[in-house]
């Protein structure tokens, strides 16, 4: 029997019909797809420079850990001195807690305070051996940390007045770099004579270093909180990741995918090669400062959210960055992107 006109035209709507459900229906898949991707990706809390009673802070690491679990944090790295306390008896399953293995370290002999963090490493690794120099010795301390597969930190350049950006020129990166430290007795600000961490950081990334900044508490004293104690949640870091997990968290660690902070918390930045996004969490009165090569000023704007466009040529070891500090004092610090001809 012939097929009449009418039921041909309603074969072909029907096929056409299937098919843009189909494609709907991949379509929508797609979209939950995306979704639960950008769900996994998340800004987690973290402190990354602590002591306890296993060297020279005045509570047992429990102690420590819960203060932070209740303070809001999501990931804490225990630094004793020359010694790596074990996170995994410490560690609750199923807490949404995560602790991160980690030692602060010295130099043997050391005329003037070297120190530094290793994050990620297997057991205590104890201090570097002293060199010939005290340039060396800084150098040699960073390698030692690497040698035992940790993500190296330089801690607290400004304390004791030991190094500053000569010091540091030697220091092969990527390496993280304390810019705010949370003890009272470090001089994060410097002083007539010495230059604040923050410059001594611009310095570095106009001479082509890859460094990445941190704020740390470099907490010592849970039971007397006093501005001249090294009381805990002064410093911390932001870290960028897809899990909360210590792989996830060492990854970010390791490529600079965190900002650093000390009250200020950010929805969200990007830079694209040509424009540098950056909002802020609203409640807050804030400027945002846009720092080129050699810490100039790009831009300023006052608000929660600003764009820096980039006109002009690149320059060799041109960078990028963003501080955002608001009208209490706190600020954060994004990391530096590299600005490409």
Known sequence: MEESPGLR???WESEDMIGLHCLLLVLFLLALAGNALAADWLWAKGNIHTHTTNSDGDSPPQDVIK???DHGYQFLAITDHGKMTDPVPLDAPDDNFILIAGEELGVKDAKKPIHGNAFGIM?????????????????GLVEHVRKAHGIPQVNHPN?????????????????LLEV?????????????????????WDILLSNGKTVYATATDDAHNLKTISDSKANPGRGWVYVHVYELSPNAILDSLAKGDFYASTGVE??????????????AKPGKKYLIRFVGKWGS?????????AVYRLTGKAEPN???RCKVISSDGKVAWTQAYRIKG
């Open 123 to 139: 057991q205590t690794i104890g201090n570097a051996e002293s060199r010939a120099t005290h340039v060396s010795s800084l150098a």
């Open 266 to 279: 950010l929805a969200d930045y990007s830079f694209d090669g040509k424009e540098f996004r950056v909002q």
């Open 318 to 320: 041109g960078y990028i």
């Open 67 to 69: 203060w932070y679990q």
């Open 180 to 200: 705010f430290n949370g003890h009272p007795a470090v001089n994060n600000a410097g002083n007539f004579a010495y230059l604040p961490v923050e410059q001594t």
């Open 9 to 11: 035209h309603f074969a």
């Open 297 to 305: 000023i790009l831009q300023e704007t006052v608000g929660d959210s």
């Open 159 to 175: 304390f004791g007045w030991s190094f500053g950006h000569r010091e540091l020129l030697s220091v092969k990166g990527p390496y």
